[in-house]
Every structure is written in structure tokens, then in C-alpha cells.
């Protein structure tokens, strides 16, 4: 009886240390317990083309992480290029990241061939950079028609709310932007390049989050409202 009692011990205390080297190891990611996501309350997808920023996608990963949140990021090869290491942190945090093409270009009006280059570049140096490799692309500006959908190998992904900071540049428009008009579902386009847009989102995803909202990636988005 006493031994039973020993082992069944030494089994707890094993079974403890596991799980506090496991729980070291992933501490510096969000803890994915701590945001499950119900699919019976509201959610919405922030999204952040034309990065990452050296400058302003750090600042919004961290809110981000401290909020137990996720976004999606659709990354232009030549910022992918200058910065590879926050495209893996991007990426171990569990954000979403999405090709958005190399140059940014109009793609509605490119060859075969240039449209290849600006998505196989890109593709290329996400995998290479991060051993991860997109199934979502956003085109820019939105341009999009029949025929380059056809000719596209991944789904196109655009927005239901934009936050014009490309526009504007000012932290209180971008906040009443969202605040004033988001609904459940929603997916909200901004850009992780300017000051404005990472002090807004300093803002709006606490506030988000008070109003019961979960901040998911586009793929969490999907598998939810699809069912
Ligand atoms: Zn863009």
C-alpha cells in the first residue's frame, strides 16, 4: 500500500514537472488556453498589410500578446526582405500572416509572368524566411477581378471595414472609424507602417475586447462563421 502511494507520488510530481517545462518553454507566446475562442460570442479579424515595420509592427504584436489576441498580416516581399526575424516572431506568436505581393502592384493589369513574379517571390521568402507558407493573399489596393481570381492559388481575402489610416494618419479618426462601425464579423483593414495606426490599435483592441469581442485570425474567422 505504501508503495502504491510512492509511486502514485513520484507519477504526480513527474506529471507536474512536465507541465511547468512545457509551460517554459511556450511562455513566450500567447497562452492559446487563455483566448479560446466562443463561437457564440462576437469576433472580428484585424488585419495589417504592407509590412511588417521595423518601427510600428512591434508595437502592435505586443499589444496584441499582452490582450491574449491575434491578427493577420499581409506582408509585401520587399519588407519581408528587411525584416525577417519580426516576421518569425509574427509568426511563433500564432499571428496569421498573408502574401500581399512583392512590389505592391496593380495586379489586374500585369502579364502572366510579372503576376507569377509578384506572388512566387513572396511566397518563396515567407517559406524561406519562416517556415510557413501562406494560404491567403490580399491584393493590393483590393484590385481584383474574375480573371485574376482564376488565375490566383490562393484565396483572396479583402475587408468589411477599413479604417482609412492610410489615409488619414490620425489616431482618433482610425479609433471612431472602428469603434463607431464595427459588428461582429467584421474584418478591418489597417496598416502596421504607421504611428498612427499602432497607437490607435493601443486603443481599440482593449476597447474591443471590454465590449466582448474576440480579435481572431482570418483562418479562426473562416472555420467559425462557416459552420
Ligand atoms: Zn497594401
Redesign the pocket.
Known amino acids: 500500500m505504501k508503495k502504491k502511494i510512492i509511486v502514485y507520488s513520484m507519477m504526480i510530481i513527474l506529471l507536474f514537472t512536465m507541465q511547468f517545462q512545457v509551460y517554459g518553454e511556450t511562455n513566450s507566446q500567447i497562452d492559446l488556453e487563455e483566448r479560446k475562442i466562443d463561437p457564440n460570442k462576437p469576433m472580428v479579424a484585424l488585419t495589417f ?2 509590412g511588417p515595420s521595423e518601427k510600428y509592427t512591434p508595437e502592435i504584436l505586443d499589444v496584441l500578446k499582452d490582450n491574449y489576441s491575434l491578427g493577420t498580416f ?1 506582408v ?1 516581399g520587399t519588407e519581408v526582405e528587411k525584416n525577417k526575424e519580426l516576421l518569425n516572431r509574427m509568426i511563433k506568436e500564432g499571428n496569421q500572416i498573408g502574401n ?1 505581393t512583392y512590389n ?1 502592384k496593380n495586379l489586374t493589369i500585369l502579364s502572366d509572368e510579372e503576376l507569377s513574379n509578384e506572388l512566387d517571390s513572396t511566397q518563396n521568402i515567407i517559406i524561406e524566411s519562416g517556415d510557413y507558407t501562406p494560404t491567403i493573399m ?1 491584393p ?2 483590393g484590385y481584383v477581378n474574375d480573371g485574376l481570381r482564376k488565375k490566383l492559388y490562393m484565396s483572396v481575402v479583402l475587408w468589411t471595414l477599413d479604417a482609412r489610416d492610410w489615409e488619414n494618419r490620425n489616431t482618433e479618426i482610425i479609433c471612431n472609424n472602428i469603434l463607431e462601425n464595427v459588428k461582429d464579423g467584421d474584418i478591418i483593414l489597417m ?1 502596421d507602417i504607421y504611428e498612427s495606426t499602432a497607437e490607435a490599435v493601443k486603443i481599440i483592441v482593449p476597447e474591443l475586447k471590454s465590449r466582448g469581442y474576440q480579435l481572431v485570425t482570418i483562418d479562426e474567422l473562416n472555420s467559425i462563421k462557416k459552420k
Open positions: 498589410d504592407d499581409f509585401l500581399h505592391h490580399r493590393p489596393y496598416h
